[in-house]
Every structure is written in C-alpha cells, then in structure tokens.
C-alpha cells in the first residue's frame, strides 16, 4: 500500500520493517541465486538483495535481464548494514517493474565530454551531478538566507536593459521590436538606484556575457548575486564579503558533506575558510608575480606535477594488466571506469606541464596597469591556503563606476575575492563613483553615452552618498567548494562560446 513508500534517506527509521523503494536501476549484477540491485530514488541509493528463493522465478528472471535505468519498485525488508552503499540493505520480497530501460547510453566506459554535454539530460543521474547538484542547492539558500537575515530587501533587476554595465565587448544585443537592447551583464545600476531607496538590497538572477575565448571559468549565462549598500567603504565591503563566503562554506559543509565526500572535494581546506582572508593591494600582488617567490613556486609547481604525471602512469600500467588478466565482467568495467578517470587526470597534468613555463613568463612580464590575467589570479590564489582579496586596481583596467581613490588617483577602491588553491576570481566588487562631475568624466573617457546614462547620473545629483557592492558567481563558488575543473559542470544546462548541447 501506499502507507509503506519511502525514500531511500529515511530507511534508517525503518529498520527491521518492510517498505517499499521506488526509484531507478543504477546498477546490478548477479552472483547465482542472489542479484544485486542498487536502486537510486532521488534521495540517495539503497543495495537491494533479491534471492531467488524469495521471489516468484518469472519475476527473479525479468530483474535479472532488467537494464540500467529501468524504473521499478522493490519491497523488502530493511537491514542496516555499514559496509553497503548508505549504510542500508533492502532485502527483496516482492518487486514491480514499472518502465523497463534497455542500452541507456551512459556505460562505465570512456564518454568524452562532448558526449556528455550531448547526454545531459541523462547525465543528470550520474552521482556527481546529483551531488553538485545538491551542493548549487544549499550554496543558493545559504546565499539568500545570508543576505535576508542582514537587513538586505531583495530587488529584481531587468534582464533587458539599456545600460553597459560591465564591458562592451561582451555584450549580447537583442532586437527589441526593432530596436537594440542588450542582456544583462549585472544588475548593479539598476541595484544602486534601489539602494538610495532601501539602503541594503540585493539582486540574485542569470547574467549573460558574450564571453569570446574558451576558458574553464566562463560561462556565457550564469548566475550572480550582487549586494549593494548605501553608506559603506572599502573595509566594510571586504568584511561583508568575507563574512558572507564563510557563511556559504560553512552551510555546505553542514548540509552537504556526504556530496563534498563523494566530490573529493577538499574538505580540510574548507574547514578553515573563516574571516579574515589575506588582503594584498593589486601594487602587492604584481610585485609578487614578478619577484622570487613566484619564480620558485612555480619551479615546484612543475617539479610536482611531474611526479604526479609518473605516478599516475605508473596506476594506469597497473590497472590494465590487470584488465587482461581472469576477472569478472564486473571487476572489468569497475577497471575500465577509473582508467577513465586517471586518464583524463593524466592530460590535466600533461596540460599543466605544458603550461607551466607560459604561466610563469606571463607572470615575470607582468606590466603594472594591466587586469590581472587568469593564470596571474592562479598563481596568487594557489600560494594561499584562505580566499585573498586583491584591492586597489589600476583605474584604466577596470569598469567606469568604480570609485578613482582620492589618496592615490591611478587607482580605483574596488577589489577581487580570489579563491584558494587555484580558482581564481569568484568576487569583484568596489566603491561606486559618486562624485558627479568625475562620473560624467569617466563616462566620456570610455566612449558611453552620457544621454542613456542620464539616470543614473540622478543618483549622484540627489542626495549622493558613498556605497558599493559587489557580484559573486555562483558556478565559479561552487566549482571552488566542489572542486570541479570545469564550471561547466556546475550549472544543470551549461551555455559555453562553443557550443549550447541541448
Ligand atoms: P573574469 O575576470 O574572470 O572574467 P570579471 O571580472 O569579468 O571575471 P565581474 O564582472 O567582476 O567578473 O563579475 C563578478 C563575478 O561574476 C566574478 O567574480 C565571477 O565569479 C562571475 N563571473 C564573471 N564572468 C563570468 C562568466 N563568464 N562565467 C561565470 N561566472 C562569471
Ligand atoms: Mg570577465
Ligand atoms: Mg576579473
Ligand atoms: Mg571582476
């Protein structure tokens, strides 16, 4: 009866009773007069045991030829056991398959990538998805919850609009009944009007950048969440952002460690993700980049990279003699997955081999006045072991609100959060321009149109304040905490320059 449904996550209050799971094959094998079933229901997965001696034959026989994702319901009796996948058995007694799958294209043997993408809305059911998926989940309440329990009103900002908000080139420009608008790339114009309403206000939606090069941290459509508030400075603004990514961090690792253990993600180094973080001065970070301790870092960046790249062929040699030898079909496809697995870690060290030397004349180069690049932002946030703010940008590199410092006018009071070991940006932020005539200069000097920036000019004609804000991207923080390579990974439909799969 319907009474005795549950959900894989909720066995624990059940054991010794019967119950029925519903839910989808993710594995089986058999071993004689037993198969093994684990069932995956949405909530986790359960190891189901159906003896052939408990079920009627007919029905013994059609689990057994039962391919992976076909959808079924077991009912049996519930056992704790420690060493089965969540801890629980589900001993079978009586089975229904409700939709019989049959060649699901996703096997433990090599996908590419592309395939993937091409799979996604299959590929969803893999456990890594599911656990990224679950983490993106309590990343994003963390997010409202911070901002909402602060004093912030959330405010939706238009995802037409008129203004440029970041930079011109990555703009996407839609025919708005015959006239060009474009998608946004940030809502904080908009944002800061409602600021001089509510004082602190946030907006949380999808963000589009024509983003033209191919990287492993850029999405053409992803999420931000961007506070603003009337009435604070550059310290303030550091504090809240360190205050509110420790706040993120600290609920992922209490809702979600399971999924980060499953991810491998680096749990030790999130454990220590709390206020303060390192605060360096762009000045700082290029003296940095182009002293000695880089030169050395990256001299023991390669040198460790090579033993990795030794040892993990030494594993891949290891595994396929032994996928020669007599093993169980099983065993083979359990070898064949990790041989992936090492061999895509494998062209990731190669790559980064590779790279090495680039990187570390791209860094020696450096020239003051530049945006720090990619591999810059690497190379500092890999030499830190917490989230490292960079403030103080040079005032061409950087976008045309940011406030110029009055003490040191080749710069402006904005900053970056870099994440550690190696994520790079995940946070930009400043303090907006609020003088008028130098915010009207510096529309002019970028080549803006004054009329289209008329409005918000008005912020700075009635009752203009000192205020700032800042954006965070979702998928960057959540491939950060999850360690994913690629961003790609951490938004359910990903939409890349190259290529949008489905
Ligand atoms: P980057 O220098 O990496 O291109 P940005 O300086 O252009 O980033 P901001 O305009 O400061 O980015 O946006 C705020 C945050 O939004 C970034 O710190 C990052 O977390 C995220 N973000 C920016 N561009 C992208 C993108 N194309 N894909 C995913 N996230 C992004
Ligand atoms: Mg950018
Ligand atoms: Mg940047
Ligand atoms: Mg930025």
Same mark, same amino acid.
Request: net charge negative; with cysteine; proline share 4%.
């Given at each position: 009866?319907?009474?005795?449904? #549950?959900?894989?996550?909720?066995?624990?209050?059940?054991?010794?009773?019967?119950?029925?799971?519903?839910?989808?094959?993710?594995?089986?094998?058999?071993?004689?007069?037993?198969?093994?079933?684990?069932?995956?229901?949405?909530?986790?997965?359960?190891?189901?045991?159906?003896?052939?001696?408990?079920?009627?034959?007919?029905?013994?026989?059609?689990?057994?030829? *039962?391919?992976?994702?076909?959808?079924?319901?077991?009912?049996?009796?519930?056992?704790?056991?420690?060493?089965?996948?969540?801890?629980?058995? *589900?001993?079978?007694?009586?089975?229904?398959?409700?939709?019989?799958?049959?060649?699901?294209?996703?096997?433990?043997?090599?996908?590419?990538?592309?395939?993937?993408?091409?799979?996604?809305?299959?590929?969803?059911?893999?456990?890594?998805?599911?656990?990224?998926?679950?983490?993106?989940?309590?990343? #994003?309440?963390?997010?409202?919850?911070?901002?909402?329990?602060?004093?912030?009103?959330?405010?939706?900002t238009?995802?037409?609009?008129?203004?440029?908000?970041?930079?011109?080139?990555?703009?996407?420009?839609?025919?708005?009944?015959?006239?060009?608008?474009?998608?946004?790339?940030?809502g904080q114009l908009y944002l800061e009007s409602a600021a001089m309403s509510?004082?602190?206000v946030?907006?949380?939606?999808?963000?589009?950048?024509?983003? /033209?090069? /191919?990287?492993?941290?850029?999405?053409?459509?992803?999420?931000?969440?961007e506070?603003e508030v009337a009435?604070?400075?550059?310290?303030?603004?550091?504090?809240?952002?360190?205050?509110?990514?420790?706040?993120?961090?600290?609920?992922?690792?209490?809702?979600?460690?399971?999924?980060?253990?499953?991810?491998?993600? &680096?749990?030790?180094?999130?454990?220590?993700?709390?206020?303060?973080?390192?605060?360096?001065?762009?000045?700082?970070?290029?003296?940095?980049? /182009?002293?000695?301790?880089?030169?050395?870092?990256?001299?023991?960046?390669?040198?460790?990279?090579?033993?990795?790249?030794?040892?993990?062929?030494?594993?891949?040699? +290891?595994?396929?003699?032994?996928?020669?030898?007599?093993?169980?079909?099983?065993?083979?496809?359990?070898? $064949? $997955?990790?041989?992936? &697995?090492?061999?895509?870690?494998?062209?990731?060290?190669?790559? /980064?081999?590779?790279?090495?030397?680039?990187?570390?004349?791209?860094?020696?180069?450096?020239?003051?006045?530049? &945006?720090?690049?990619?591999?810059?932002?690497?190379?500092?946030?890999?030499?830190?072991?917490?989230?490292?703010?960079?403030?103080?940008?040079?005032? +061409?590199?950087?976008?045309?609100y940011?406030?110029?410092?009055?003490?040191?006018?080749?710069?402006?009071?904005?900053?970056?959060? *870099? $994440?550690?070991?190696?994520?790079?940006?995940?946070?930009?932020?400043?303090?907006r321009?609020d003088?008028?005539?130098?915010?009207?200069?510096?529309?002019? +000097?970028?080549?803006?149109?004054? +009329?289209?920036?008329?409005?918000y000019?008005?912020l700075r004609?009635?009752?203009s304040v000192?205020h700032g804000g800042?954006?965070?991207?979702?998928?960057?923080? *959540?491939?950060?905490?999850?360690?994913?390579?690629?961003?790609?990974?951490?938004?359910?439909?990903?939409?890349?320059?190259?290529? #949008?799969?489905?």
């Amino acid at each position: 009866s319907d009474k005795s449904n #549950v959900y894989v996550n909720q066995l624990k209050h059940h054991i010794g009773k019967e119950v029925t799971l519903r839910g989808w094959v993710y594995n089986s094998r058999a071993s004689g007069k037993i198969q093994f079933v684990i069932l995956r229901d949405g909530t986790g997965l359960c190891q189901c045991i159906v003896e052939k001696a408990s079920v009627p034959e007919e029905l013994f026989d059609r689990i057994k030829h *039962l391919g992976q994702e076909s959808s079924l319901s077991l009912t049996g009796v519930v056992r704790a056991d420690e060493r089965s996948v969540g801890g629980h058995e *589900l001993a079978v007694t009586d089975a229904q398959i409700i939709a019989p799958a049959e060649g699901y294209p996703i096997t433990p043997k090599a996908h590419g990538v592309d395939f993937l993408m091409r799979h996604r809305h299959l590929h969803f059911r893999s456990q890594r998805q599911w656990c990224i998926g679950k983490v993106r989940h309590t990343v #994003v309440d963390a997010i409202r919850r911070f901002f909402n329990d602060n004093g912030f009103t959330l405010i939706d900002t238009p995802i037409f609009t008129t203004v440029v908000g970041e930079d011109q080139t990555s703009l996407f420009e839609v025919d708005y009944f015959g006239s060009p608008l474009h998608l946004t790339q940030t809502g904080q114009l908009y944002l800061e009007s409602a600021a001089m309403s509510f004082g602190r206000v946030y907006c949380f939606g999808p963000t589009f950048r024509a983003e /033209k090069s /191919k990287t492993r941290r850029h999405l053409t459509e992803f999420w931000m969440v961007e506070p603003e508030v009337a009435f604070i400075d550059l310290p303030g603004l550091l504090e809240l952002a360190e205050n509110f990514v420790s706040y993120i961090v600290s609920r992922v690792l209490e809702d979600n460690r399971s999924e980060l253990e499953t991810l491998e993600a &680096d749990i030790g180094l999130l454990e220590k993700i709390q206020p303060p973080f390192y605060r360096l001065t762009y000045s700082e970070a290029v003296e940095i980049l /182009k002293g000695p301790k880089t030169v050395e870092f990256m001299a023991r960046d390669l040198a460790d990279l090579q033993s990795e790249k030794a040892r993990t062929e030494v594993r891949i040699a +290891e595994l396929e003699q032994q996928q020669g030898g007599q093993i169980k079909q099983w065993q083979k496809d359990k070898i $064949a $997955a990790e041989l992936i &697995d090492l061999r895509s870690a494998l062209a990731e060290t190669e790559t /980064k081999i590779e790279n090495n030397p680039k990187h570390a004349q791209l860094a020696a180069e450096f020239a003051w006045g530049k &945006d720090l690049g990619g591999s810059d932002e690497t190379i500092i946030s890999r030499m830190h072991d917490k989230p490292v703010f960079v403030t103080h940008y040079p005032r +061409e590199a950087k976008a045309f609100y940011m406030k110029t410092d009055r003490a040191d006018e080749r710069v402006v009071e904005n900053f970056d959060m *870099l $994440a550690p070991a190696g994520f790079g940006e995940i946070i930009g932020g400043s303090v907006r321009e609020d003088d008028y005539d130098r915010l009207l200069a510096k529309i002019h +000097e970028q080549g803006l149109s004054p +009329e289209t920036y008329n409005w918000y000019l008005d912020l700075r004609r009635y009752g203009s304040v000192p205020h700032g804000g800042f954006g965070l991207g979702v998928e960057r923080t *959540l491939a950060w905490i999850t360690g994913e390579k690629h961003i790609r990974q951490c938004i359910p439909f990903p939409r890349m320059m190259d290529k #949008v799969y489905i």
